[in-house]
């Protein structure tokens, strides 16, 4: 079992920064490939970023890439998402989320094992 606690969002001027935490309880954090996804109002949930269980690996959404950077510290069970040059469009509640057995795609998000509650980011124009 894990739990995810997410923390860091808040409320940013557009061109602004945040840096994203995901606290995980549980001594197999590094056996698990961990991704942030995001969902705004009256939207479907979406993929931001992935990284793969040794941080080797990393791959971003097109609409958050060379923004965006997803980061893991396994010693501390911690994955990060540092945001920089946030735009309006980047508001939503974010989530991490763990996937033990990853099988090279999250169409569906129902093979992700667990999720965080969520933190809000606003961004204002």
């Known amino acids: 079992q894990v739990q995810l606690v997410e923390s860091g969002g808040g409320l940013v001027q557009a061109g602004g920064s945040l840096r994203l935490s995901c606290a995980a309880s549980?001594?197999?954090?590094?056996?698990?490939?961990m991704g942030w996804f995001r969902q705004a109002p009256g939207k479907e949930r979406e993929f931001v970023a992935r990284?793969?269980?040794?941080?080797?690996?990393?791959y971003y959404a097109d609409s958050v890439k060379g923004r965006f950077t997803i980061s893991r510290d396994n010693a501390k069970n911690m994955v990060y998402l540092q945001m920089n040059s946030l735009k309006a469009e980047d508001t939503a509640v974010y989530y991490c989320a763990a996937d033990e057995d990853y099988r090279g795609s999250w169409s569906n998000l129902e093979v992700l094992d667990y999720w965080g509650q969520g933190t809000q980011v606003t961004v204002s124009s």
């Open positions: 990284i793969s269980r040794g941080g080797g690996s990393r």
């Open positions: 549980g001594r197999t954090f590094s056996s698990y490939v």
